[in-house]
């Protein structure tokens, strides 16, 4: 066991083998020394980390109900205010609430209390683990899957490609709070996603991170390829390294020749529908959207 | 009732010897080749149970007790020093 890792979250917890979850989890923590408080709304971070009568977690944490991650980090950051009032808190000791959820609980069931806690420019750091789904209970389609992906609630079969909509603009719902900085990371780039982490510590206020994760289990690939599957989403432009900050769009990483979507879909079960006759017209179409998505971005950073 | 007198939720105190032995969970094991392993430690941080760390001799070392086999250590290797076996 590594022990500079292990200093938030210990090993012992039940995620599947091969999961990215506990890897984002130490990068984001490992990116500050100020003391965190954690809080984890019901997902799989959550079920798998706290398996009564053991809990994974070394430092402070609260599980809160699926809805209401924003809600409970706002309520934190209230007592922590007032604590600082009656002097409780030395003056300089910054303390970090750092909210984790799943895209269930943000993109969906959770958006209305983050975007309270957003609006009311409450201090913490929320970082979403984006596995495209709710994978905690077998994969339904939440408002992240992508269009095409075959899920527990929208089969692939011979009516149907599998997802019909396209996945939420999230990014864009939460720069629309005015919030100072909101970066969009990968778990395969953890440099990436230490650099972003770092830079979202040194701040105030509201704070978001959103981090693909791909899942062994439901995206249906090998459990030792998370790495070499979210790489490729970043270099096929699926999933574009970018941030913003104070206004100001920045690009991460890019590459003059993307890969085409083709090489990042054929690699997981969850896609393998669209290989049969007949896919290839909703493959164009997500090929589309990408290019479409990309030219969005590149016209938002030469703003 | 003032609020230091509310009663408490349940709380959990970190405790390693409660956790559940994921080493069991293991079908395949990843074995380091001492020689090859250049200790770049790029397997560290992509681990998902942080099992591996640097021996004495700043080559990767793996704690079997934690291992669940998924095998991205051998995965992300850049000298191949990471093989899977059949766990025996």
Same mark, same amino acid.
């Given at each position: 066991?590594?022990?500079?890792?292990?200093?938030?979250?210990?090993?012992?917890?039940? &995620?599947?083998?091969?999961?990215?979850?506990?890897?984002?989890?130490?990068?984001?923590?490992?990116?500050? =020394?100020?003391?965190? %408080?954690?809080?984890?709304?019901?997902?799989?971070?959550?079920?798998?980390?706290?398996?009564?009568?053991?809990?994974? +977690?070394?430092?402070? #944490? %609260?599980?809160? $109900?699926?809805?209401?991650?924003? @809600?409970?980090?706002?309520?934190?950051?209230?007592? %922590?205010?007032?604590?600082?009032?009656?002097?409780? %808190?030395?003056?300089?000791?910054?303390?970090?609430?750092?909210?984790?959820?799943? !895209?269930?609980?943000?993109? =969906?069931?959770?958006?209305?209390?983050?975007?309270?806690?957003?609006?009311?420019?409450? =201090?913490?750091? #929320?970082?979403?683990? =984006?596995?495209? @789904?709710?994978?905690?209970?077998?994969?339904?389609?939440?408002?992240?899957?992508?269009?095409? @992906?075959?899920?527990?609630?929208?089969?692939?079969?011979?009516?149907?490609?599998?997802?019909?909509?396209?996945?939420? !603009?999230?990014?864009?719902?939460?720069?629309?709070?005015?919030?100072? /900085?909101? @970066?969009?990371?990968?778990? $395969?780039?953890?440099?990436?996603?230490?650099?972003?982490?770092?830079?979202?510590?040194?701040?105030?206020?509201?704070?978001?991170?959103?981090?693909?994760?791909?899942?062994?289990?439901?995206?249906?690939?090998?459990?030792?390829?998370?790495?070499?599957?979210?790489?490729?989403? &970043?270099? &096929?432009?699926? +999933?574009?390294?970018?941030? /913003?900050?104070?206004?100001?769009?920045?690009?991460?990483?890019? &590459?003059?020749?993307?890969?085409?979507?083709?090489?990042?879909?054929?690699?997981?079960?969850?896609?393998?529908?669209?290989?049969?006759?007949?896919?290839?017209?909703?493959?164009?179409?997500?090929?589309?959207?990408?290019?479409?998505? +990309?030219?969005?971005?590149?016209?938002?950073?030469?703003? | 009732?003032?609020?230091?007198?509310?009663?408490?939720?349940?709380?959990?105190?970190?405790?390693?010897?409660?956790?559940?032995?994921?080493?069991?969970?293991?079908?395949?094991?990843?074995?380091?080749?001492?020689?090859?392993?250049?200790?770049?430690?790029?397997?560290?941080?992509?681990?998902?149970?942080?099992?591996?760390?640097?021996?004495?001799?700043?080559?990767?070392?793996?704690?079997?007790?934690?291992?669940?086999?998924?095998?991205?250590?051998?995965?992300?290797?850049?000298?191949?020093?990471?093989?899977?076996?059949?766990?025996?």
């Amino acid at each position: 066991m590594n022990e500079k890792l292990t200093k938030h979250l210990a090993p012992g917890h039940s &995620t599947c083998a091969g999961c990215g979850i506990p890897a984002i989890v130490r990068t984001v923590l490992g990116a500050t =020394d100020d003391p965190v %408080i954690v809080v984890s709304v019901t997902g799989c971070l959550e079920v798998t980390s706290t398996l009564y009568p053991y809990s994974a +977690w070394k430092v402070p #944490y %609260i599980h809160s $109900a699926f809805e209401n991650g924003g @809600a409970t980090a706002a309520g934190i950051d209230g007592a %922590i205010k007032a604590l600082r009032k009656r002097n409780k %808190i030395p003056a300089g000791k910054k303390i970090q609430v750092v909210v984790f959820a799943g !895209d269930g609980g943000t993109y =969906d069931i959770g958006l209305q209390s983050l975007s309270g806690a957003l609006e009311r420019q409450h =201090d913490f750091l #929320y970082v979403c683990y =984006d596995n495209e @789904a709710y994978m905690n209970t077998g994969g339904q389609r939440s408002g992240a899957t992508p269009r095409g @992906a075959d899920t527990e609630t929208t089969p692939a079969g011979k009516k149907s490609f599998g997802k019909l909509e396209k996945r939420k !603009d999230l990014m864009s719902i939460v720069i629309a709070h005015h919030l100072k /900085y909101a @970066a969009q990371t990968n778990v $395969a780039y953890l440099a990436d996603l230490k650099m972003k982490a770092k830079k979202a510590f040194a701040l105030d206020g509201p704070r978001f991170l959103l981090v693909l994760q791909p899942c062994t289990n439901l995206w249906k690939y090998p459990t030792s390829e998370y790495v070499r599957i979210g790489k490729m989403a &970043t270099e &096929t432009n699926f +999933w574009p390294l970018w941030e /913003y900050f104070d206004g100001k769009y920045k690009i991460n990483w890019a &590459t003059e020749n993307p890969k085409p979507i083709e090489d990042f879909l054929k690699t997981q079960g969850r896609f393998k529908h669209l290989f049969r006759p007949s896919g290839e017209k909703v493959i164009a179409e997500m090929q589309k959207e990408v290019n479409e998505e +990309w030219k969005r971005l590149v016209n938002l950073v030469q703003i | 009732m003032d609020w230091e007198n509310i009663e408490e939720g349940a709380i959990i105190e970190h405790d390693l010897k409660k956790s559940p032995r994921t080493g069991d969970w293991r079908y395949m094991k990843p074995q380091v080749d001492k020689k090859t392993c250049l200790g770049c430690g790029n397997c560290f941080d992509v681990c998902p149970e942080a099992a591996i760390d640097y021996d004495s001799e700043r080559k990767a070392d793996i704690d079997y007790d934690v291992c669940k086999g998924c095998g991205v250590c051998a995965t992300v290797c850049p000298k191949k020093a990471i093989t899977m076996m059949k766990n025996t």
